[in-house]
């Protein structure tokens, strides 16, 4: 079964802002990746289970935010001033840390399906 849904990507112009939403069920630590044409899965921001001290990757820092509501069992990944570098699937993942902030790949245990993201010039 399919524990992880990404949603909310779509075609923009660079400049442009896009929200994605990740469905998921418990109250897991949580985080976001992506994976352009030809690269290799990047992790992208972690954020505990409680919401707090989110780690992003520099590359996006200043420009995504990460939230999360438990109550609605739903993750966002807010994405403004959007590039064209920024062209990938994006995967909603969760992690088996109980506490603290997962920030590389072996954190994580599972990924959703993705959703696309594409940022045109």
């Known amino acids: 079964q399919v524990r992880l849904v990404e949603s909310g990507g779509g075609l923009v112009q660079a400049g442009d802002s896009l929200r994605l939403s990740c469905a998921f069920a418990?109250?897991?630590?949580m985080g976001w990746f992506r994976q352009a044409p030809g690269k290799e899965r990047e992790f992208v921001v972690g954020?505990?289970?409680?919401?707090?001290?989110?780690y992003y990757t520099d590359s996006v820092k200043g420009r995504f935010t990460i939230s999360r509501d438990n109550g609605k069992n739903t993750v966002y990944l807010q994405m403004n001033s959007l590039k064209v570098e920024d062209t990938a699937v994006y995967y909603c993942?969760?992690?088996?840390?109980?506490?603290?902030?997962?920030?590389?790949?072996?954190?994580?245990?599972?990924w959703g399906q993705g959703t696309q993201v594409t940022v045109s010039s």
């Open positions: 418990g109250h897991t630590s």
């Open positions: 954020v505990s289970g409680s919401g707090g001290s989110p």
């Open positions: 993942a969760d992690s088996h840390l109980r506490i603290g902030v997962p920030t590389v790949m072996s954190d994580f245990r599972s």
